[in-house]
């Protein structure tokens, strides 16, 4: 195996007064996979279960969820998701790594060794003869992804099944030291496997070695990635010209606020400037042939009280064989309106394309979960990050976050990954909050005086909790406060790492005393560290919903006609319609209780209202006539 510095093809590592390094490493466990066992135990088929797929088979990954699909493959090995691939055929992929189907690394060996599996349900192909039935199996596949590339000695292999000799044989292998994209393989099932209890399966090598990682025990992790996706077996009309006519969503609907995963609830309302005016849309052409006239759209659905509203559709021309990204207008308002304790927002974007094709891929969604706390990550992480080496004892991490209103600082979230034989479990830290300097961590707000540690009671790959203990309560009144740690050991702490979000801007090391950031040293991505806040009864910046007499509400949202004002004991001197570049439409004067609209445009704009308590705040609505 090539030496790994630090787990991931893509680790990179800074060196630090020649032995300090802060650096990414790949995973020994898979927590998507853990945390879905926990919740849905395995049953094992009865041994007379015995499923026979006919033709047309087809398989883009998109209506699984961590597993494939029992009804179309036999075993649990690869993992199905949305993370590890880079710009799909359709969302949703099929990844062989050295990872197991409990979540687990298979083995450190320095030679390669049969790993993942993706095997298939029986056909029964005895029906067809050639010439006149030619079948075709066809797929594409990607090496690395965004996780780890394999090395030359690792391979990706699909093998055909002989239920009369018994005997899986290799029809094809694909080698890759480098990241890929996906790429097709259009390839025919000679007569010989016209059988019934014919199957295909593919099948990866890993390889890693306990002597080639640095960053400390427990360093190893998962390696050499292969992502799968858009699988189909049938006969030579249906893929010929080596072409497939659909088009597809690539991706799920990402990067719906700024910079942030999730918001507290209770702050939703106050961080309206980060939501986004824009929706993106990852669309893959796979027609070779024709432009395509393609519609996209897109709905928002409050999972709490199952409230749906759909927006209107955009339709433009679409080249052939390609992906492409677009930004269409997004006037869904993200607002709080009650005063439950977690929201739960569905966003879905969706494809209109033509009737024949198939439409499982032409839609994908996001769920937006708003509980406490502030995220940058999505919840899944690709890597872990850590500060390792001689001397790192007593290093420093530290995270930006952006606050939008003053609130109770009452605990951090971190999310550890697993590391080999729970080396990580038992390496103490501190807790530290600092204020903001200058775009740079400045004053030490907060120390923990206890010393916590990465290992949970529960040992599922969850977030851990860790207390805000300060006396009194510690207010955060700053728009910006940093949150981190004061290391112990000079060990990798193994803090998940997800590379589907840009954040690294906003990470911050400190070892020698000086505050940097990582920059070019590190993957792009974000530190799963959370900040929590409020739960201690201690908050300063949050009003209840509806009778406030300090907020200023507006309804209805989207409005047609009028839009309305609770204002409580404030009274509102002004209020200016601005568009989305900035232009100010319309000044009202003491507007009262209410603002026509009526003659606006559909669309969506920001109304800022100036109270007589000096303040001023803005909100997005959204017109619909």
Known sequence: MVRRSIIGCLLIITALAGVNAQSLQGLVENPAIKRYLSLHPYKLKAATEVTILSLPFFEDFTSSDVFPDPVKWSDRYAFINNSFAYEPASFGVATLDAIDENGDIYAINDLPISSDKLTSMSFDLSGYTVPSDTLFLSFFYQAGGKGEAPERQDSLLLEFYSPSADVWSTVWHAISDTLTPFRQVIMPVPEAYHQQGFRFRFRNYT??????????????????????????????????????????????????????????????????SITR?????????????????????????????????????????????????????FYAPFTRSDNSATGRLEVGAYLVTPAEQYKQNDTSKTILVFKDYYAFDDGTPEYGFGISGESSAGALLACRFRIFTT??????????????DDYNANLSFHICVWDDRG??????????????????????????????????????SD???????????????????????????????????????????????????????GSRNVVTGVHEIPDSGTEILLYPNPATERIYFQSGSIHIVSVKVVDLCGKILSSTSNPGSSLDVSLLPPGLYFIQIDGSDGNTITRKIVIRH
């Open 479 to 533: 728009t910006v406060v940093y949150v981190g740690w004061k290391q112990v050991s000079e060990e990798f702490l193994n803090l998940g790492y997800d590379v589907n979000r840009n954040n690294l801007s906003r990470t911050f090391v400190n070892i020698s005393g000086e505050w940097f950031n990582p920059g070019n040293s590190l993957i792009p991505g974000s530190l799963m560290i959370r900040p929590v806040f």
């Open 277 to 329: 005016n824009t929706l993106h849309y990852l669309i893959r052409n796979l027609e070779h042939g024709d432009t395509i006239n393609l519609g996209r759209s897109y709905y928002v659905k409050n999972l709490v009280t199952g409230e749906r509203e759909e927006y209107e559709q955009y339709f433009g021309k679409f080249p052939p064989a390609a992906i492409e990204s677009r930004n269409d207008p």
């Open 207 to 272: 390889s890693m070695s306990a002597n080639e990682v640095k960053g400390g025990n427990g360093a190893l992790s998962n390696v050499d990635c292969w992502n799968i996706d858009y699988i189909m077996l049938n006969t030579l009309p249906r893929i010929e010209n080596q072409s497939v006519n659909d088009v597809t969503m690539a991706d799920q609907p990402r990067e719906l606020m700024d910079f942030y995963e999730a918001v507290p609830w209770l702050h939703l309302n106050d961080a309206q």
């Open 407 to 420: 609130d109770t600082l009452a605990a951090v979230d971190m999310l550890f990954n697993k590391t080999r």
């Open 439 to 476: 775009g740079l961590p400045g004053e030490l707000l907060y120390m923990s005086e206890e010393t916590y540690f990465p290992g949970s009671e529960s040992g599922m790959p969850e977030f851990n909790r860790y207390r805000i203990t300060a006396e009194p309560a510690l207010v955060i």
